[in-house]
């Protein structure tokens, strides 16, 4: 190591051997700021998760139009929309086709646990408004209580999962109702539910008999080929008499979903915070470290004051210790976090796991923030007086 760091830096590696002159101070202070990293990638790591569950029940459907009521802010909640905006909405030229999506939650009696379902009621004749992986299957819902189950969801084993085919359906209670599950799709947990199904409109609303047909959760359309989306949403805009109404292209729906749920709501506050202060663990770790051995070679560093080295010298030597510790650091917060993410995943069905993007933005400002606390430790340097030392 002392080598490559003197071919690297061209001169004896000062930082390197200040470091390791103190062997125990030195691993203590890599763990803490594996430790500060594992933190930064744990919070990272479910932050991202909840973008990718937020997005993910959006890729079930086809649509470039979504039609919410007004304090819609995502798939689940907000008011419903009347049917008749579809009617509307249909006038336009532009305009080929419309849905209505219904979605609630349904319980999942299984004895001991029940599982949460993200429930969405979709009319099966319409296929264009599914995704193709999904579409072939939309048949099956034409029949009364009749669903399409999340293999991927909490609590459903693969063997029910595997065996759940039209030849061996699988029939299981919610809502009071017997419902038989004819098939598969690939959703997974996520932080509203435990996964989702797909089912038909009449069986939604036989599900949940207080709900009217007349009064969807969002109203889904397609535009003809090569139509301007947002030429579409300005004049739907003057066509709908409701000026209440979330008209947006349903990209943008699902963008503003995931902005809601990073910035506003609870949950996404809180790992944000969990980030920042995992970075905040570790600049302190890492300026404590370099503050102590400052401290200690006060004496040293005057004397090459007093030989004519300057600041840069100083602060090059410091940045050395940081950079070390950043990078040796890092090391073992990425296998460790890595780990903990894998581990988590499994246990959760989330989408958690270590990417590369993750990997490198935690060891850029892994390296940031410890040149940052070693400008900070060089203050001192900077003020002291050789004559006062001696």
Not at 111 to 135: C, H, R, W, Y
Not at 152 to 167: I, K, M, V
Not at 170 to 181: D, I, K, N, P
């Amino acid at each position: 190591m002392r080598r490559l760091l003197q071919a690297i830096f061209g001169r004896l590696p000062i930082g390197w051997l200040q470091l390791t002159h103190n062997r125990p101070r030195f691993a203590a202070a890599l763990a803490g700021v594996a430790f500060a990293n594992v933190l930064v990638f744990v919070q990272l790591g479910i932050m991202n998760s909840m973008g990718a569950a937020t997005l993910r029940p959006y890729e079930f459907f086809q649509a470039d139009i979504m039609i919410s009521a007004g304090d819609a802010n995502s798939l689940t909640d907000g008011g419903n929309v009347a049917r008749q905006w579809r009617l509307q909405a249909m006038a336009d030229p532009d305009v080929t086709d419309g849905m209505g999506l219904f979605v609630s939650n349904v319980a999942w009696d299984r004895g001991e646990k029940d599982i949460s379902l993200s429930t969405f009621g979709i009319d099966p004749v319409k296929p264009v408004f599914i995704n193709p992986q999904i579409a072939g299957d939309l048949p099956l819902l034409e029949v009364q209580d009749a669903v399409l189950l999340d293999r991927l969801a909490r609590g459903f084993t693969q063997d029910e999962a595997a065996s759940t085919q039209p030849r061996t359906p699988l029939a299981f209670e919610a809502s009071g109702r017997t419902l038989v599950a004819y098939n598969t799709f690939a959703g997974g947990g996520g932080f509203g539910g435990d996964g989702y199904m797909l089912v038909s409109d009449q069986t939604f609303l036989s599900l949940f008999p207080a709900r009217s047909s007349a009064a969807p959760d969002h109203i889904l359309l397609k535009l003809r080929a090569g139509a301007n989306v947002d030429a579409v949403i300005a004049r739907l805009r003057n066509l709908i008499s409701d000026p209440t109404l979330r008209i947006r292209s349903f990209a943008k729906a699902a963008q503003d979903d995931l902005t809601y749920q990073q910035t506003r709501r609870p949950t996404g506050i809180i790992f944000g915070f969990g980030v920042l202060i995992g970075v905040l663990v570790g600049l302190v770790i890492v300026y404590q470290v370099l503050s102590t051995d400052v401290a200690e070679h006060l004496r040293e560093y005057a004397t090459f004051k007093a030989m004519g080295y300057g600041p840069s010298f100083f602060l090059g030597v410091v940045f050395e210790e940081a950079l070390i510790l950043g990078f040796m650091g890092f090391i073992p917060g990425l296998i460790i976090g890595a780990a903990i993410l894998s581990m988590m995943g499994k246990i959760t069905t989330l989408p958690l796991g270590m990417s590369l993007s993750m990997a490198v933005s935690v060891f850029v400002g892994t390296v940031v923030f410890s040149a940052l606390s070693g400008a900070i430790a060089t203050r001192r340097l900077a003020a002291a007086d050789p004559a006062d030392l001696f």
